[in-house]
């Protein structure tokens, strides 16, 4: 079964730190678009860091850039998010997606880079985890 699987949320305060992690299924996994993002009740859903695990290409959004940190781990089909210096304002259920069940091929990787933040361009999504700052 095709699935994404988060972990790491939690409670820090302001400055403190977190790591989350987006398990996958192997399919979803290889040669994808997994990015992580983030909903806080009221408003949209914001994306925050995205990789293609094809080529390890990272992009974050501008209000993260910096203090986040998005990897994976091939040998566990895991993506994670290191977030640093956690503001109240993030506090947020934090979603990770896949672009879709299966991978995508370079040349199309190419193309939607441009869009890897967006989240409608994903199909496949996780539970969710729930982060919440303290100031």
């Known amino acids: 079964q095709v699935q994404l699987v988060e972990s790491g949320g939690g409670s820090v305060q302001a400055g403190g730190s977190l790591r989350l992690s987006c398990g996958a299924s192997?399919?979803?996994?290889?040669?994808?678009?997994i990015g992580w993002f983030r909903q806080a009740p009221g408003k949209q859903r914001e994306g925050v860091a995205a990789?293609?695990?094809?080529?390890?290409?990272?992009f974050y959004a501008d209000s993260v850039r910096g203090r986040f940190t998005i990897t994976q781990d091939n040998a566990k089909n895991t993506v994670y998010l290191q977030m640093t210096n956690l503001q109240p304002e993030e506090s947020a259920m934090y979603y990770c997606?896949?672009?879709?069940?299966?991978?995508?091929?370079?040349?199309?990787?190419?193309?939607?880079?441009?869009?890897?933040?967006?989240?409608?361009?994903?199909?496949?999504w996780g539970q969710g985890t729930q982060v919440t700052v303290s100031s």
């Open positions: 990789i293609y695990t094809g080529s390890s290409s990272k």
């Open positions: 192997a399919s979803a996994y290889s040669n994808n678009f």
């Open positions: 997606a896949a672009l879709g069940p299966t991978g995508t091929p370079a040349v199309e990787a190419l193309r939607l880079m441009r869009q890897c933040l967006n989240a409608d361009i994903y199909k496949l």
